[in-house]
């Protein structure tokens, strides 16, 4: 960010609160209006009602539903059939939990613009590059289609358009933010799950957010990738979750591999002098 | 079923086949180049010479196979736009730039004949001469002087050939020098993503691919080489080929439930695949490779396909490993529950909350 000077901005991001999320794709689908993400027609996947399935190329917000059968009520005992009334009145919960115990968590998956991003480090081209909000952009004019990106990301965001042979994922809306504009997907969210701003005032609301839902009762709740201190260095958009990172597919532990490059090198060198002797061994 | 759905969590890499045979390829390139200079100053220009064109040949090969695998080949000079030590792919593409341009230099200088009027400033008779036929200058030696005259009537070509001689003087350590990193980065190549078994393995993917790189270089020269002056080359195919085999274990040994796609599927297949060929090509190169050239053509062949054998499991292993949350979410998983590492996510902190229930987080 230093190397923007004067033009750096603050950072932004959002912040996805699950507990309001409803389902109901709108982010998916204002993304693909503005964003013109090509069709990603999907097979019926049988996952709850997630045809989405990933994120990927063509779908820079993916929304999954996780179905869960457990035990109702901070207690352990079944309330009989209610919903946990305090967690609704209080917090405006949305997970809908009825009599036979169904959860259903929904949570709006997107890029993380992570701090530490691995897609940037390991991108020979530079098409990846920070911007001076502090997101994390390909440039399709330069992405030669080189895949590094693809399997260095730590939660699988990008993907390789087939027809193209590029790399794609969410811009964080880049053109709409230069314009001060909402991104897409925060703007066409009804419920305000998912909420765009400076992430410094995300932070601290997030924090109060967890508070709320923890002290109603919401055990499993969790703040993810809120922290400076993750392997990712935290994340420009970052998460309010009922339930553990992997139950949404997320991983718990995501790590930027160029943590790791200093002992990745350092073997690369011993290995090249292991090579240099084996052949000296060799000839002489 | 682990995390949602049985999903990936990370995405499997999109590379094409080209990328392990550019494995293959850089490797038996790089470890060809150092073959090729270091026999050349002992004086085995007849070792020297096959060694160049094996390397030479590699190195012609790696750069096609990598532009090939681009999403976009028209592109492929976007790889030269910066240099990020961040990124294996931006150092190999130098280190292969630097690599290919030298051994080319080299390779042909020592491949083609010499200019008129002994313009090559290197000594180009073999100390062995009279010894067995060579594999690109005929048996009686007449090309180089029915060329000779020939040539000497195009000034233009002399000078550019006394240019070549010139530059490969400076390029034959270089290539050499150069094809050692060329034969090992590629271990952080795969090492730097989110593949659990490629990421994992970073301490040792780089040794197990310069031991290849040793193991091919000197297969190859084996094969080329008339037996009398294959001796180097035996012993850098035997070298590589022992080294390669200690290497997986101990790989394996650090990966521990990590290896399990190691053993599994096509990389499994491909793993015993490579581990048998190069038992047996490298246990034939150094009981009678000595003797019968084909018994050190066979056995040269084996250790050859076992390297690209090794190359192509770990490939396989790698997108297996991809596949399977389980491999990324459950180390991840114990790092956090054993205090290891901090984990991605924060609960509340506030005390006085009603106690969290029994964790009956089985969910589905």
């Known amino acids: 960010m230093s190397t923007y000077g004067d033009e750096a901005r603050p950072r932004v991001g959002f912040f996805t609160d699950t507990s309001l ?63 946990e009334t305090a967690l609704l009145q209080d917090t405006g919960l949305q997970t809908y939990q009825d009599g036979d115990g169904l959860r259903w968590l929904m949570a709006s998956d997107v890029c993380k613009h992570c701090t530490h991003a691995a897609c940037l480090e390991v991108c020979p081209t530079g098409a990846l590059f920070r911007t001076e909000f502090d997101t994390v952009v390909v440039q399709e004019d330069v992405c030669n289609g080189c895949g590094y990106c693809i399997p260095a990301c730590p939660f699988g965001v990008l993907g390789q358009r087939e027809d193209d042979g590029r790399a794609w994922k969410c811009t964080l809306c880049y053109d709409r933010v230069k314009e001060d504009m909402t991104p897409a997907c925060a703007q066409a969210c009804p419920t305000h799950s998912i909420q765009f701003g400076e992430l410094d005032d995300l932070r601290v609301r997030a924090s109060e957010r967890l508070e709320q839902l923890s002290s109603a009762g919401a055990a499993g709740a969790q703040l993810y990738l809120a922290d400076e201190a993750d392997g990712v260095g935290g994340a420009g958009a970052f998460f309010l979750l009922l339930d553990d990172p992997e139950v949404y597919g997320l991983p718990p532990d995501p790590v930027d591999a160029t943590r790791d490059l200093k002992s990745t090198w350092t073997a690369v060198g011993l290995a090249a002098v292991g090579l240099g002797a084996a052949l000296v061994a060799a000839v002489l | 079923m682990t995390g949602y759905y049985g ?39 007849v070792l020297a010479r096959r060694a160049w064109a094996a390397a030479l040949a590699s190195m012609t090969v790696s750069p096609v196979l990598l532009i090939s695998d681009l999403g976009m080949p028209s592109r492929f000079l976007h790889m030269l736009r910066m240099f990020k030590v961040t990124s294996p792919m931006s150092v190999g593409s130098w280190v292969l730039m630097a690599a290919g341009g030298a051994t080319g230099a080299a390779a042909l200088d020592a491949l083609l004949p010499a200019g008129a009027g002994g313009a090559a400033p290197r000594r180009r008779v073999s100390p062995l001469r009279g010894g067995a036929p060579g594999f690109f200058a005929p048996a009686r030696g007449g090309a180089q002087t029915r060329f000779a005259p020939r040539r000497a009537a195009s000034p233009r070509f002399s000078s550019a050939r006394r240019a070549l001689a010139l530059a490969a003087t400076p390029a034959r350590p270089a290539a050499a020098l150069m094809g050692l990193p060329l034969s090992t980065y590629t271990g952080a190549l795969l090492a730097q993503t989110a593949v659990p078994v490629w990421h994992e393995a970073r301490r040792e993917l780089p040794a197990l691919f310069g031991a290849g790189a040793a193991a091919s270089a000197g297969a190859a020269a084996t094969i080329l080489t008339p037996c009398a002056f294959a001796g180097p080359a035996r012993r850098l195919a035997v070298i590589g080929s022992a080294a390669e085999l200690a290497v997986v274990p101990l790989m394996e040994h ?21 581990r048998g060929l190069t038992v047996a090509g490298s ?38 490993s991809a596949r399977d949350p389980k491999y990324t979410i459950d180390p991840q998983r114990d790092r956090v529950t054993s205090g290891r590492a901090r984990g991605g996510s924060r609960r509340s902190t506030a005390q006085g909350g009603p106690p969290a229930p029994a964790p009956a987080d089985a969910a589905f």
Do not use: M
């Open chain 2, 7 to 45: 999903r990936p969590v990370i995405k499997e890499p999109v590379w094409t086949p080209e990328i392990p045979w550019y494995l293959f390829a850089g490797g038996l390139g790089g470890g060809s180049a150092g073959l090729a200079w270091l026999a050349g100053l002992r004086g085995n220009e």
């Open chain 2, 254 to 274: 650090r990966l521990r439930e990590l290896a399990e796609p190691y053993h599994r599927g096509a990389a499994g297949a491909y793993g015993q695949f490579a």
């Open chain 2, 283 to 320: 246990l034939l190169i150094a009981s009678r490779g000595s003797r019968s050239r084909a018994a050190a053509v066979a056995g040269g062949a084996l250790v050859l396909a076992g390297a690209a054998c090794e190359r192509w499991s770990v490939f396989k292993a790698g997108f297996a």
């Open chain 1, 21 to 83: 999320c409803i389902g109901c794709k709108a982010c998916e689908v204002a993304c693909k209006e503005w964003n013109g993400v090509p069709t990603s027609p999907g097979e019926f996947s049988g996952h709850s009602y997630d045809n989405t399935v990933a994120l990927g190329a063509d779908t820079w917000r993916h929304v999954a539903f996780v179905e869960q059968r457990k035990e109702l009520g901070a207690s352990g005992v079944a309330s009989g059939g209610l919903v």
